[in-house]
T-cell receptor, first 113, second 112 residues
Framework: DGGITQSPKYLFRKEGQNVTLSCEQN?????MYWYRQDPGQGLRLIYY???????QKGDIAEGYSVSREKKESFPLTVTSAQKNPTAFYLC????????????FGQGTRLTVV | QKEVEQNSGPLSVPEGAIASLNCTYS??????FFWYRQYSGKSPELIMS????GDKEDGRFTAQLNKASQYVSLLIRDSQPSDSATYLC????????????FGAGTQVVVTP
């Protein structure tokens, strides 16, 4: 089945640690995105990538980093510089950046303990 | 700051009735508009996309777009308890390919 797989579903981080969230897609989509959702709020764009080896900052990129070494994969690292990392993280993809019909993975819920 | 505004709800709708959800946006150059359904604790699911003024129907869902008024709406006919969810309006940003701006969502509760 084609789709977007995020792992893990739940992640706990100690303060001061970096953690990496995985996102893999087999839809042959060029564009991939990372969003953050806080309770009662809409999604906010962290980073997006149009093609392999290219990515752009979104609206709230501070404290996050990404890489796009393969078309299928777009991992997100939440660094210790991110002051409020507890949130629901959503990865999405679309055929291209010009085609903004985006499809989401099941999400990773990150909690700082 | 470009904005997408939705009533937060909850919007309580009797089973079998029509649910009407509204969304306004500030970016006059936006061309693509989407409605996502999100169940509690789950990821958003795309249910409708609309690109031209007017109505677009898909099953029990109808999206309506009025670019002059910067307004997009979603109608859910014959509402079912399974329609109880938060509905997110998303709009592409005209000056940044690939960037969707999301509203905070409207919670819909369908009562039997």
């Amino acid at each position: 089945d084609g789709g977007i797989t995020q792992s893990p579903k739940y992640l706990f981080r100690k303060e001061g640690q970096n953690v990496t969230l995985s996102c893999e897609q087999n839809l042959n989509h060029d564009a991939m995105y990372w969003y953050r959702q806080d309770p009662g709020q809409g999604l906010r764009l962290i980073y997006y990538s149009q093609i392999v080896n290219d990515f752009q900052k979104g609206d709230i990129a501070e404290g996050y980093s990404v890489s796009r070494e393969k078309k299928e994969s777009f991992p997100l690292t939440v660094t210790s510089a991110q002051k409020n990392p507890t949130a629901f993280y959503l990865c999405a993809s679309s055929r291209s950046v010009a085609d903004t019909e985006a499809f989401f993975g099941q999400g990773t819920r990150l909690t700082v303990v | 700051q470009k904005e997408v505004e939705q009533n937060s709800g909850p919007l309580s709708v009797p089973e079998g009735a029509i649910a009407s959800l509204n969304c306004t946006y500030s970016d006059r150059g936006s061309q693509s508009f989407f409605w996502y359904r999100q169940y509690s604790g789950k990821s958003p699911e795309l249910i409708m996309s609309i690109y031209s003024n007017g109505d677009k129907e898909d099953g029990r869902f109808t999206a309506q777009l009025n670019k002059a008024s910067q307004y997009v709406s979603l109608l859910i006919r014959d509402s079912q308890p399974s329609d109880s969810a938060t509905y997110l309006c998303a709009v592409n940003q005209d000056d940044s390919w690939g960037k969707l701006q999301f509203g905070a969502g409207t919670q819909v509760v369908v009562t039997p």
